[in-house]
């Protein structure tokens, strides 16, 4: 099965939870992570603790004009309507006049997704990709592909650098054992079962130098794997796929996670200092690629 990709993470603002049922069905479906939030003052609350992708706001259940005006820097904003009798043409006209970068009246929760996924897209054509990371004291540089500890440089190799870069694109989420297969050696590769395993415990040894019993790269047991972040320790039975933006050019992944305690109804959400990608659950079965596709280990 294909393992999708994190396409970015949705900041819902509605009171209807109809609403937030069928969308939060819908995205995460399509590969969306999604945080929520019943009114303005709790969504601009998680825009000062969050990087959400793009804002979803209920036209009839909250407004966004205290956002444009307390939030310096808003993502992408789509108004939509789910009540028949509450919106027309002339009420997208006004939104979009007012700052909203799309509108919709009385459209499904497919049709919502699809303009989701159009928005960021255009969205990643007119900003350029991060190529660094930083975090815990690690740093990857996807240009150079250089790892350091500190202000120390750690030579991995180029399998283990694609087993990082799918990790920390996928900021406080864990990723299947599939999804980093097919990230590092590509999709129907046939490996032997413990490889992967061999290798995070080789990336564990160099970014742990001083071998504390704080391990960066954290296992989810029956999950996968994800880097230690600050937020306690969650279920794994309470995961939610929680997906990010894709970057040009690099395949990255989809991942999950939930957090629970906030002011905000959380559908689903994580705190991370990274800003990235990830990829769905699944079993490690591979099945040889045809003779031209594929690397060796």
Not at 36 to 49: D, V, W, Y
Not at 115 to 130: D, I, K
Not at 155 to 163: N, Q, W
Request: glycine share 8%; with cysteine.
């Amino acid at each position: 099965m294909r393992a999708k990709i994190f396409r970015g993470t949705v900041l819902l603002i509605s009171g209807d939870t109809h609403l937030q049922t069928s969308l939060q069905r819908a995205l995460l479906q399509g590969g969306y992570g999604i945080r929520g939030a019943r009114n303005q003052e709790e969504a601009l609350q998680e825009l000062q603790a969050t990087t959400p992708a793009i804002l979803v706001v209920d036209r009839r259940e909250s407004g966004f004009s205290r956002l444009r005006l307390e939030s310096p820097k808003l993502p992408p904003l789509v108004t939509i309507t789910y009540h028949p009798d509450s919106c027309d043409e002339q009420h997208c006209t006004m939104d979009l006049e007012d700052g909203a970068t799309n509108a919709v009246c009385n459209a499904g929760p497919s049709v919502i997704v699809a303009l989701v996924g159009a928005v960021l897209r255009r969205q990643r054509w007119e900003r350029p990709a991060p190529t660094q990371f930083v975090s815990n004291g690690v740093t990857v540089n996807l240009d150079k592909c250089e790892v350091t500890v500190g202000s120390q440089a750690v030579s991995v190799s180029r399998t283990e650098f694609r087993i990082l870069q799918s990790l920390v694109a996928a900021p406080g989420h864990y990723l299947s054992r599939k999804a980093l297969l097919d990230q590092a050696w590509g999709e129907g590769f046939a490996i032997f079962p413990h490889t992967l395993d061999v290798h995070i415990s080789s990336l564990r040894r160099k970014l742990n130098p001083a071998r504390t019993n704080q391990e960066f790269i954290m296992t989810v047991k029956g999950l996968g794997f994800k880097l230690r972040s600050t937020m306690p320790a969650q279920d794994p039975a309470s995961l939610h796929y929680y997906p990010l933006p894709s970057v040009p050019g690099r395949r990255l992944p989809l991942a999950a996670t939930s957090k629970a305690g906030r002011s905000a109804t959380l559908l689903s959400s994580s705190d991370s200092r990274w800003q990235h990608q990830t990829a769905e659950s699944g079993t490690a079965r591979h099945q040889p690629k045809t003779a031209a596709a594929g690397q060796g280990l």
